[in-house]
């Protein structure tokens, strides 16, 4: 007897059509039609069935802050920044794990089933270190939580800072953070680099850097990481995020830089919808768009995985944490609107994210565990274009949220029309 039987499902996997079996946690079949029993039967109609969305680059501790103390009446990365500041000594544990529980439902709603953020080691306090670690172990039969310890004044220019990490990743923090491009000065980021590289590999731990979030081509810390990390043997466990400064670079130099990052086995995280806003402001036009080189990543086979970063905080004041509006706004600021192009944008916010995550057991096979949404859509592309219903989120082989199909119901002189706005 099996706990869950998916039938007729579009596969985002493979485009095919098939049958998914669950037993308890697991998927254990997948073929064109199992005839089983089920004590739970969806019949998803040809819908589309997809590994869970990822949010590889988040703020859990700033998010649903918007407002606190005041707004970001400018909009712009240095205002969020002092604004983060200000916030900062009025912030209460029980604050902070409630607008991430709050987050959280509407990630389970919108099919995020895993996010990476990175959390504020720069006051002594650890404050939102200590929220958000309950905050992981609470949320786990839900969401899987992995967290960066960031320096967010700076390693070496905020008093402290370094000992604060240390004491974040001893106190279970996954990842190492950092921010080169905030230091005084650009030797004191390329330090920054290296030392947090190296505290890395004497931990075993992984690499997640806001690297070169600037509109400025000379901000080049990206080729230190990619340096330090091969130099330290840390291949595949590394990520460079934002990466902004490469949308001013010349082309001559980003040919070299390329390589070496593909060389360095270093997944690009960009962050569409806040790279997009905060980038180019000190442009009038023409004025750059303000996102990495998505395109020519991708073509290199570098990994590419998409992050929302904020959500209704003192950078960012819209969003609802869903990883298909990420996505879409990447296929248009990218100009990723080829076939295959817009189907890479898909799995950057699925399998790629999974990747640098390292998170073992994802994905629509026999045997991973049986984590998938249900969308209203018919393929990769459809859901992008649509960003559509999750009519199922399945998490452990348990449905955690439902959502009743879409349709408009249209009355054009006495005649009734639907609209799903399928193809």
Same mark, same amino acid.
């Given at each position: 007897m099996l706990d869950l039987l998916i039938k007729n499902a579009a596969l985002a996997t493979t485009g095919k059509k098939a049958d998914i079996a669950i037993i308890k946690d697991k998927i254990v079949e997948i073929s064109a039609k199992i005839d089983a029993e089920a004590h739970e039967v969806i019949d998803a109609e040809g819908?589309?069935? @997809?590994?869970?969305?990822?949010?590889?680059?988040?703020?859990?501790?700033?998010?649903?802050?918007?407002?606190?103390?005041?707004?970001?009446?400018?909009?712009?990365?240095?205002?969020?920044?002092q604004l983060w500041g200000e916030l900062k000594p009025h912030l209460t544990l029980d604050a902070l794990k409630q607008r991430a529980h709050q987050l959280v439902k509407w990630s389970i709603a919108n099919g995020t089933l895993a996010i990476r953020?990175?959390?504020?080691? @720069?006051?002594?306090?650890?404050?939102?270190?200590?929220?958000?670690?309950?905050?992981?172990?609470?949320?786990?039969?839900?969401?899987?939580?992995?967290?960066?310890?960031?320096?967010?004044?700076?390693?070496?220019?905020?008093?402290?800072?370094?000992?604060?990490?240390?004491?974040?990743?001893?106190?279970?923090?996954?990842?190492?953070?950092?921010?080169p491009h905030y230091e005084r000065t650009m030797q004191d980021g390329a330090r920054s680099v290296k030392a947090l590289c190296e505290i890395a590999a004497e931990r075993?731990?992984?690499?997640?850097?806001? *690297?070169?979030? @600037?509109?400025?081509?000379l901000s080049r810390h990206i080729e230190t990481l990619a340096q330090e990390t091969q130099r330290l043997g840390l291949e595949g466990r590394v990520a460079g995020s934002h990466l902004t400064s490469m949308h001013s670079m010349d082309n001559y130099y980003v040919s070299k830089l390329l390589p070496l990052i593909a060389e360095a086995e270093i997944t690009a995280i960009p962050n569409p919808l806040i790279n997009i806003t905060l980038q180019g402001r000190h442009d009038s036009y023409p004025k750059r768009r303000g996102m990495?080189?998505?395109?020519?990543?991708?073509?290199?086979?570098?990994?590419?995985?998409?992050?929302?970063? *904020?959500?209704?905080?003192?950078?960012y004041s819209l969003g609802s944490h869903d990883m298909l509006e990420v996505a879409h706004m990447a296929v248009h600021v990218g100009q990723m609107t080829g076939v295959s192009e817009m189907q890479a944008m898909y799995d950057a916010v699925t399998v790629h994210s999974a990747k640098v995550m390292n998170l073992e057991n994802y994905g629509l096979e026999t045997g991973c565990n049986a984590d998938l949404v249900i969308l209203q859509a018919r393929?990769?592309?459809?859901?992008?274009?649509?960003?559509?219903?999750?009519?199922?989120?399945?998490?452990?082989?348990?449905?955690? @949220?439902?959502?009743?199909?879409?349709?408009?119901a249209l009355n054009l002189d006495g005649e009734a029309h639907q609209v799903d706005f399928l193809k």
């Open positions: 819908h589309l069935v @997809s590994p869970p969305f990822i949010d590889p680059h988040f703020h859990m501790d700033a998010t649903l802050s918007l407002g606190l103390p005041r707004l970001n009446e400018s909009g712009t990365l240095l205002e969020g920044i953020s990175h959390v504020d080691t @720069s006051d002594a306090s650890l404050l939102a270190v200590e929220a958000l670690l309950e905050v992981r172990r609470e949320i786990a039969p839900y969401v899987d939580l992995q967290l960066v310890a960031f320096p967010q004044d700076g390693y070496f220019r905020s008093k402290g800072a370094v000992k604060n990490l240390q004491r974040a990743l001893d106190l279970g923090v996954d990842v190492v953070g950092g921010i075993g731990l992984m690499v997640d850097m806001h *690297c070169d979030e @600037s509109d400025d081509p990495t080189r998505v395109k020519e990543m991708t073509a290199m086979g570098i990994n590419v995985a998409l992050g929302h970063d *904020c959500v209704m905080d003192p950078w393929d990769k592309i459809e859901a992008i274009r649509l960003k559509p219903a999750r009519l199922f989120v399945v998490r452990r082989g348990k449905i955690v @949220s439902r959502t009743k199909p879409v349709f408009a």
